[in-house]
């Protein structure tokens, strides 16, 4: 422990040094434009501008792609909230109640309480990743195929105990996405499945162009077909401040979805954007009103008399 400890307190001295910060706010606000380019998410972000870091030592290289990273997942909640179009897969969750909070006009709230809800939960997650990343690296070594089909059910399960709908629905739609999902190359015996001739298939249908075309392009088509455009959403820098009882209505929630993303973040696969679906699924579960829900409520978890 106390060898952890002068290794945290040595990379800390190194991090929080001026010239290393300079780096880690030019790759947030780099990736936080980025972010904002539907379809375009962390990975892709990071792929594109590897090349700006050829010239760097490895200190400030790794700080300015980690800088890059966060900015472009907190980037994608942008558009989300402002146009209904995610940025990247994990805020799609963002788009439904974000979205109609902006159209309530309270979009600079929702993009504050996005910017600190992100702040807090990463923050966390990197102390309790430090601190527990010896067992979870020998955990992750003897991680095989029979933890994966346990993690597949376990999707399936939280998905049928979270549905509040028509559980025949919510099982059909299951059963959709795992046929959507079998669309590409199998990672087990290489067989190409259901490409019908486009090598283009061969990556399967990615969360990200699903959710674009699903929210996006309904957006879009729903714009199209009124006589006046809708007025551009621009809040102002002093309505980013959320009001007190959104603070306190958001503040369990925040709490709540940062132990959540820790949790399902430590398991292998695309853990942010399950953790997001989750997250929101747990929240109106436990909500008193979640027929607010998808209506521009900044409340996610129980409601108080």
């Known amino acids: 422990m106390l060898e952890t400890l002068a290794n945290l307190g040595l990379g800390f001295s190194v991090a929080l040094s001026p010239p290393i910060l300079l780096y880690a706010f030019a790759g947030c606000l780099v990736g936080t434009l980025v ?8 990975l892709a972000g990071i792929s594109l501008l590897l090349p700006a870091t050829f010239g760097l030592d490895a200190t400030r290289a790794i700080v300015m792609l ?27 969750m963002t788009c439904i109640d974000g979205y ?27 102390v309790g990743l430090m601190l527990l990343a010896p067992p979870l690296a020998a955990f992750a070594l003897r991680f095989g195929p029979p933890e994966y089909v ?37 990672q087990m015996s290489g067989y190409f499945r259901f490409a019908y001739g486009f090598v283009e298939l061969g990556d399967g249908l990615g969360v990200v162009p699903v959710a674009v075309g699903l929210f996006g392009l309904a957006e879009i088509l729903a714009t199209a ?40 973040g430590i398991l292998p696969g695309s853990a942010h954007i399950i953790s997001s679906f989750v997250s929101y699924a747990v929240e109106k579960r436990l909500s008193k009103r979640p027929e607010e829900f998808g209506h521009g409520a900044c409340r996610r978890g129980r409601s108080r008399p």
């Open 100 to 126: 109609a909070m902006a159209r309530k006009g309270r979009g600079g709230a929702a993009l504050g309480i996005a910017a600190v809800g992100s702040y807090v939960a990463g923050t966390a997650s990197v």
């Open 35 to 42: 972010g904002v380019l539907p379809g375009v998410g962390p």
């Open 225 to 264: 077909g009124k006589a006046m455009p809708p007025d551009v959403i621009k809040p102002r820098l002093r309505e980013l401040l959320p009001s007190r009882q959104e603070w306190r209505e958001s503040a369990a929630p925040i709490g709540r979805g940062t132990v959540l993303g820790f949790l399902i």
């Open 150 to 186: 346990a993690l597949l059910l376990l999707g399936l399960l939280v998905l049928a105990y979270m549905s509040s709908g028509s559980m025949t629905k919510s099982l059909a739609m299951a059963a959709l996405g795992l046929l959507l999902g079998m669309v590409g190359i199998d």
């Open 66 to 92: 980690a800088g890059i990273y966060y900015g472009a997942m907190y980037g994608g909640s942008t558009t989300a909230i402002l146009m209904r179009i995610p940025g990247e897969a994990a805020s799609v």
